[in-house]
């Protein structure tokens, strides 16, 4: 069964990407585009679309030519928006990296990207060098001023008389990476067609939402295809304001949505389940809120709940992946069709299907099974590897998300959970995501994953680590758990840590206490005559 939107047909507009984004930009002045939350510096829109054209003359000066890769390593900042839309007026490839990443991490990416330039803050401009000494780098610029680098304000000093770059739609335009559904780093191929595209089919999902007179939350990182597109380009292809913060930190963050008058927020659910639960909330005003996104990882419906009834804001969840632009799902904001736990039906112009994952068989309404998603946002492959985008996207052009869902009889979906983290106890699927749900819900607990752990009898359990903000004994939680699921998805082993880790977008880096897991196991297990002379 093929799950479509009442509205499916959608127009893709004739423009690359940057012409498309800065549309109507010039036109609106003196209004402000993108600002540092922190610092108030930012760019008007008529100040934006000069910057465009300037770095585009910039670059073009210094050689870059139409498929040349710039990286952009570096927070959020309203610079970013004009490096990047400067780079794809001139038909140039913007690989995005994550301010997280070591030297080692980022010289891996400049060299499967071939990226020419790199640009970057004077922060990060030692691991910077080190990663570019191991690529084709030419020429590194720093947002500000610093030894070492040339200023990013150098690729501005010109008249902005960008030369005219012929671009096709199926040019690419960015080169973020995606561990896709094989936990392995690959450069995702996404062309002008597919952004604008996405911009097109999101902003019809959200029905005139988000419009010229909002404020935008920008606290999601612009290196990550939610902060790239949804956050930041479609902001400013409406004309909102938008809002940054170039580091994360929860308490500033609920002090600069008051004091900026946020409208919008999107956000990842461990901001949401901040926003539900942290006693600071309380110390504020947040009555311009009209709005929440939450996408990037599941938000169960009692986290989503007690946020809408907090905050008297609407919440809605996305989904999607950076090999679909992002966007392919999206929950509908009108009267009586919020649901929440619901990341909604398919964005107009995309197709879905439920796909048993044993059997390859189509399946129905609240039937779980793979989700498959085809659409004009749908990514052209994997950067040089080929035999891994033939994996996941068949013949009939379905992008095989590596997710599990379902769909309720009206075709609004419900992430369960990755396919490739699903816990297999005595045979039969546990999907960590509605553990972790269940154990949002219990009072004591801040914040949890859960991941499998190996077992004799059962060959995986479930084991939770949660963070707690009061005392409690762990035991109670186990049975808080076992009241409200099946028996074979009770929470068997559990323990308490500081800290979750999770990646800059929200998502729990479950593989990292899988792997911690592993190495205790098996220095437990390990027999005298293998432990090492003293």
């Known amino acids: 069964m093929i799950f479509r939107n009442r509205q499916h047909a959608i127009e893709i507009p ?13 036109g609106r002045g003196d209004k402000s585009a993108i600002l540092d939350g922190t610092s108030g510096h930012g760019l008007s829109y008529a100040q934006l679309a000069a910057s465009v054209a300037r770095v585009a003359k910039g670059f073009a000066l210094r050689g870059l030519k139409k498929g040349d890769v710039v990286a952009i390593y570096s927070p959020n900042l309203p610079e970013y928006a004009p490096a990047f839309l400067g780079v794809a007026t001139l038909g140039g490839i913007c690989t995005t990296a994550s301010p997280l990443y070591t030297s080692e991490e980022l010289a891996r990416q400049l060299r499967d990207a071939g990226a020419r330039f790199l640009v970057t803050v004077p922060g990060f401009l030692d691991k910077a060098v080190e990663a570019a000494a191991q690529a084709s780098v030419e020429e590194i610029f720093v947002f500000g001023e610093c030894d070492g680098a040339s200023p990013f304000q150098s690729l501005l000093d010109n008249d902005g008389d960008a030369p005219e770059v012929a671009i096709d739609l199926e040019d690419l335009v960015a080169l973020p990476y995606s561990s896709g559904t094989t936990g392995v780093q690959k450069g995702v ?23 010229a007179n909002d404020t935008v939350l920008g606290v999601l990182p612009f290196f990550h295809i939610y902060g790239l597109v949804v956050v930041m380009n479609l902001s400013l292809r409406v004309g909102a304001s938008i809002v940054t913060m170039p580091r994360f930190d929860f308490a500033e963050c609920l002090a600069l949505m008051e004091r900026r008058r946020v409208t919008v927020a999107y956000l990842v659910p461990p901001i949401v389940l901040g926003l539900s639960k942290h006693p ?3 110390d504020h005003d947040f009555s311009s ?3 929440i996104l939450s996408g990037a990882a599941p938000l169960g419906k009692d986290v989503t709940e007690a946020c809408v009834k907090r905050l008297d804001c609407a919440l809605i969840q996305g989904y999607g992946l950076t090999e679909t632009s992002p966007v392919s799902h999206c ?6 069709t ?17 796909v048993d994952v044993e059997t390859g068989e189509e399946l129905g309404p609240d039937e779980r099974g ?10 052209k492959g994997y950067l040089g590897r080929p035999d891994a985008t033939k994996q996941c996207i068949d013949e009939d052009g379905f992008f095989h998300s590596g997710d599990i869902g379902y769909t309720d009889e009206d075709g609004h979906f419900f ?9 297999k106890y005595k045979g039969m699927q546990v999907a960590p995501a509605e553990l972790e749900a269940v154990l949002l819900t219990h009072p004591s607990v801040s914040d949890a994953a859960v991941i499998p752990k190996a077992d004799e009898d059962a060959g995986e359990i479930p084991k939770a680590f949660v963070v707690l903000g009061d005392a409690i004994d762990p035991n109670e939680i186990l049975e808080f758990v076992a009241s409200r699921v099946a028996p074979h998805k009770k929470v068997r082993a559990i323990e308490v840590v500081d800290v979750i880790p999770k990646s800059p977008s929200g998502k729990i880096l479950r593989r990292v206490l899988v792997e911690r897991e592993r190495a205790e196991t098996s220095s437990v297990e390990r027999p005298k005559s293998a432990e090492p002379a003293s």
């Open 289 to 291: 809120l009209r709005w």
């Open 189 to 211: 191929m996404l062309t002008h067609r597919n952004l604008v595209a996405n911009l097109v089919q999101t902003e019809q999902a959200l029905e005139g939402a988000l419009d």
């Open 370 to 379: 793979e989700i498959w998603i085809r659409g004009p946002q749908v990514m």
């Open 415 to 423: 992430i369960v959970d990755r396919l490739k983290e699903l816990i």
């Open 280 to 282: 600071r909330v309380e």
């Open 14 to 26: 004739n423009q690359p990407l940057a012409a498309y984004v800065l549309e109507h930009a010039s």
């Open 338 to 354: 919020m649901r929440a736990g619901s990341v909604g039906p398919c964005v107009p112009g995309t197709e879905c299907k439920i």
């Open 331 to 336: 929950g509908e904001m009108r009267n009586g």
